[in-house]
C-alpha cells in the first residue's frame, strides 16, 4: 500500500516555472513505477511523464518535452515534476500515480495502468 500526497502547485505566469512534487508513504517505493497526470476542466485526465523504478527510464507526453522534467528521489521517497516555460494551457490539477514494478511503455502512459493515486494539485498558468 502506497499513500500519494502531491505538493508546490500554485499560481504561476506564462512562461514561469513551477516544481511539484509527490511524497510517497510505506515501504519500498523504489520499486513503483511513478507517473505524473494532469485534467483541465471538461477534459480527460492525461498523461504528462513517468519515471521507471530506478530513475533511469522517463517518459513524456510527446508536446512536453524539453520544457518538463521528471525526477525523483527514492531515499526521500519522492517524484518532482519540474516545469518550466509554462502556457496557459498547462492549467490543469496534476496527479501522480503509482504502480508496482517496471512497466512496458505501451502502458506507462494509461492512467488505467496506476493503483495509487495522490488528491491532485492545482497549477494555474495566468496569462
Known amino acids: 500500500q502506497v499513500q500519494l500526497v502531491e505538493s508546490g502547485g500554485g499560481l504561476v505566469q506564462t512562461g514561469g516555472s513551477l516544481r511539484i512534487s509527490c511524497a510517497a508513504s510505506?515501504?519500498?517505493?523504489?520499486?513503483?513505477?511513478v507517473g505524473w497526470f494532469r485534467q483541465a476542466p471538461g477534459k480527460e485526465r492525461e498523461f504528462v511523464a513517468a519515471?521507471?523504478?530506478?530513475?533511469?527510464?522517463?517518459y513524456y507526453l510527446d508536446s512536453l518535452k524539453g520544457r518538463f522534467t521528471i525526477s525523483r528521489d527514492n531515499a526521500k521517497i519522492t517524484v518532482s515534476l519540474q516545469m518550466n516555460s509554462l502556457e496557459p494551457e498547462d492549467t490543469a490539477v496534476y496527479y501522480c500515480?503509482?504502480?508496482?514494478?517496471?512497466?512496458?511503455?505501451?502502458?506507462?502512459?494509461?492512467?488505467?495502468?496506476?493503483?495509487?493515486w495522490g488528491q491532485g494539485t492545482q497549477v494555474t498558468v495566468s496569462s
Open positions: 500515480a503509482a504502480k508496482f514494478g517496471t512497466l512496458v511503455s505501451t502502458l506507462i502512459r494509461s492512467p488505467r495502468t496506476y493503483d495509487y
Open positions: 510505506g515501504r519500498a517505493f523504489d520499486v513503483y513505477t
Open positions: 519515471i521507471k523504478p530506478s530513475g533511469g527510464s522517463t
